[in-house]
């Protein structure tokens, strides 16, 4: 078996065979494929897919291509994962209430893909903050605090790191079966016994239409219950920016003033829709409306603050971050509002182009060795259905040079859409899935 026969059945669409992905996984693993050959299997799985069978196959040989985990604690092992979305910070808000709630959450996390943000990225924007730790570090913060939002050690599933790379860089991001493995072979090796999936549809996101999203929510969780761990998912729109905020520190800036304030809006919504149904699925809450009610409560009570800080702490981060977290974020050195080209209301935003913005500014990688700014992004953007007067602004540009301001401000004029009459409001939560 190698690579050449596996990438010669891939194009020429023939059904690879569990040993055949199996072995694959074990190469990307090891090393034992070049970049050449992952791009090209990564390419022809895009392009021509799986079957349900082969899905579940990779899925399993990722996860087994490493370390998978086990734990003895008073409570159940949840998580949460998104498919990705722009101004998407849940999980920085989620882990930590869920842990005030009495689960674990080892919450192993991504980096920026395309034109989505990543949750490392986000907390590696607090100074200090090291979010790769071995095995036993990870053990010790989820013991203490309940929460952890790390990234993958080299032996849990090194085979989706390898391909997770490859991916950004060989616009391979957006396949069912990709996705569906990426996640789920992280998740199942962290040893969980729930899990609830953030599968976002519209502009932003990397699914575009219902119909796709409620294809990679089936996938996601038909995959993820043969494999033994009670998952659901959720579909949420992402028709518009979930936080008004895109950019690493700019969405850490925004959980900060959620955690200060009163704990509402449409990211304390999808919090408490995906909380909900880990605290019931997870014998923490009586049924989901009440686990729903239950993350509310922590997130405004200050209880998920308190975990956030603890958590920020234990990974490296400032001692008293959550107080004091305006003297820690880093700034922009140019800040820049794009004033809008005539009044009317935002009927429609290209989430994907602002996400592409942000990545033009430094914010993401257009290649897997570029280095993330974590001050750049775009802030005050304007939300759907607002009446804007001429002049007035549609965001606020962070950027670390005027040109880049100007391709920035050129980026969100196009995206945004203004119109006589204010658009129909859409739901944000839009189906359960499993």
Request: with cysteine.
């Amino acid at each position: 078996m190698n690579a050449r026969t596996i990438l010669a059945k891939l194009r020429h669409r023939q059904s690879l065979s569990h040993d055949e992905l199996a072995w694959m996984a074990q190469a990307l693993a090891h090393g034992d494929v070049s970049d050449a050959q992952a791009g090209a299997f990564a390419m022809g799985v895009c392009l021509n897919g799986l079957s349900d069978v082969g899905r579940v196959a990779l899925t399993q040989a990722m996860r087994d291509s490493g370390r998978v985990l086990s734990w003895d604690l008073d409570g159940p092992i949840l998580d949460k994962h998104s498919t990705g979305g722009v101004g998407d910070c849940v999980s920085l808000v989620l882990a930590p209430a869920l842990a005030a709630c009495g689960a674990f959450v080892p919450m192993i996390s991504g980096r920026g893909l395309g034109h989505t943000g990543g949750t490392l990225d986000k907390i590696e924007a607090i100074p200090g903050v090291n979010t790769q730790v071995d095995e036993a570090r990870l053990r010790e913060i989820v013991r203490q605090t309940g929460c952890a939002i790390v990234g993958a050690s080299a032996d849990i599933a090194p085979a989706d790191k390898r391909l997770y790379a490859v991916r950004d860089v060989s616009s391979t991001v957006d396949s069912m079966d990709l996705i569906t493995a990426s996640i789920l072979s992280k998740k199942l090796a962290a040893g969980l016994d729930g899990l609830v999936l953030d599968v976002k549809v519209g502009s932003g996101a990397f699914m575009k239409d219902l119909t796709q999203a409620q294809a990679l929510a089936e996938a996601l969780t038909k995959t993820a219950n043969a494999a033994k761990c009670r998952t659901t998912a959720i579909i949420s729109d992402m028709s518009q920016p979930l936080v008004p905020s895109l950019g690493n520190a700019l969405e850490v800036a925004e959980v900060m003033r959620l955690f200060a304030g009163n704990g509402r809006g449409p990211l304390v919504d999808v919090a408490a829709a995906l909380g909900g149904v880990l605290l019931a699925n997870g014998g923490l809450a009586p049924d989901v409306q009440a686990g729903a009610d239950a993350i509310v409560k922590a997130i405004r009570s200050g209880q998920a603050a308190e975990r956030f800080g603890q958590m920020m702490a234990a990974l490296g981060g400032p001692v008293g971050f959550v107080d004091n977290w305006q003297r820690f974020l880093p700034e922009a050195t140019v800040i820049r509002e794009v004033a809008a080209p005539q009044s009317g209301y935002v009927t429609k935003i290209d989430g994907e182009a602002l996400g592409l913005a942000v990545v033009g500014l430094g914010g993401g990688r257009l290649v897997e060795s570029d280095r993330v700014n974590p001050a750049v992004g775009l802030s005050d953007v304007a939300r759907l259905g607002t009446r804007l007067e001429k002049g007035q602004p549609l965001a606020v540009i962070h950027a670390v040079r005027s040109d880049h301001a100007d391709a920035a401000a050129a980026a969100v004029r196009t995206a945004m859409t203004l119109g006589a009459n204010p658009p129909k409001s859409t739901e944000l939560i839009l189906e359960r899935v499993g």
